[in-house]
Antibody, heavy 114, light 115 residues
Framework: EVQLVESGGGLVQPGGSLRLSCAASGFTFSSYSMNWVRQAPGEGLEWVSYISSGSSTIYYADSVKGRFTISRDNAKNLMYLQMNSLRAEDTAVYYC???????WGQGTLVTVSS | QAVLTQPSSLSASPGASASLTCTLRSGINVGTYRIYWYQQKPGSPPQYLLRYKSDSDKQQGSGVPSRFSGSKDASANAGILLISGLQSEDEADYYCMIWHSSAYVFGTGTKVTVL
């Protein structure tokens, strides 16, 4: 069974940093591209970042470019999202998804507030 | 103008069919894209329903009932999610998505109410 489990969310002040993790199981992690997708409270879905299976190709949404960094460790079946210079508008549930989002984790809430 | 536009809401009766549209911005040709569809119920993450590009390039999500199907309306430059035989459990938000210009782009979402 495919499982994606996010962790690392929490309350952080504007300008602060946070690192999210996604633990994958139930499939050959190293063979799949992965994404982070977020959803602000009461809002729709917003794609954040993409990383290819071998980390050679990485893309970011314009809204996070230069502030967020995606990475992965295929030996540990883990994906990360390093978030710096956080803003109030980054407040959202962050989901880890596989490929074209055929599987989703339960999400982790990031709240940026003073 | 958003890349993908969806009607904000749709209401239908149990047993009826509901056609959800996902209209691509002018200049973006629906024929060249795989359209992905997701269902999200309150308090839960989205779930993958299906993808559709053509009758020869389509995929149903694992465990997704066949009453969910995809198609396109080229004249409207839109992808379509058809839900046949609506059930109360189909009440949810529905999102479309495409891969465009090195980014995944989600539609604005449609809230489906089963009256």
């Amino acid at each position: 069974e495919v499982q994606l489990v996010e962790s690392g969310g929490g309350l952080v002040q504007p300008g602060g940093s946070l690192r999210l993790s996604c633990a994958a199981s139930g499939f050959t992690f190293s063979s799949y591209s992965m994404n982070w997708v977020r959803q602000a409270p009461g809002e729709g879905l917003e794609w954040v970042s993409y990383i290819s299976s071998g980390s050679s190709t990485i893309y970011y949404a314009d809204s996070v470019k230069g502030r967020f960094t995606i990475s992965r460790d295929n030996a540990k079946n883990l994906m990360y999202l390093q978030m710096n210079s956080l803003r109030a508008e980054d407040t959202a549930v962050y989901y880890c998804t596989r490929e074209a989002s055929d599987y989703w984790g339960q999400g982790t809430l990031v709240t940026v507030s003073s | 103008q958003a890349v993908l536009t969806q009607p904000s809401s749709l209401s239908a009766s149990p047993g009826a069919s509901a056609s959800l549209t996902c209209t691509l911005r002018s200049g973006i040709n629906v024929g060249t894209y795989r359209i992905y569809w997701y269902q999200q119920k309150p308090g839960s993450p989205p779930q993958y329903l299906l993808r559709y590009k053509s009758d020869s390039d389509k995929q149903q999500g694992s465990g997704v009932p066949s009453r969910f199907s995809g198609s396109k309306d080229a004249s409207a430059n839109a992808g379509i999610l058809l839900i046949s035989g609506l059930q109360s459990e189909d009440e949810a938000d529905y999102y479309c998505m495409i891969w465009h210009s090195s980014a995944y782009v989600f539609g604005t979402g449609t809230k489906v109410t089963v009256l």
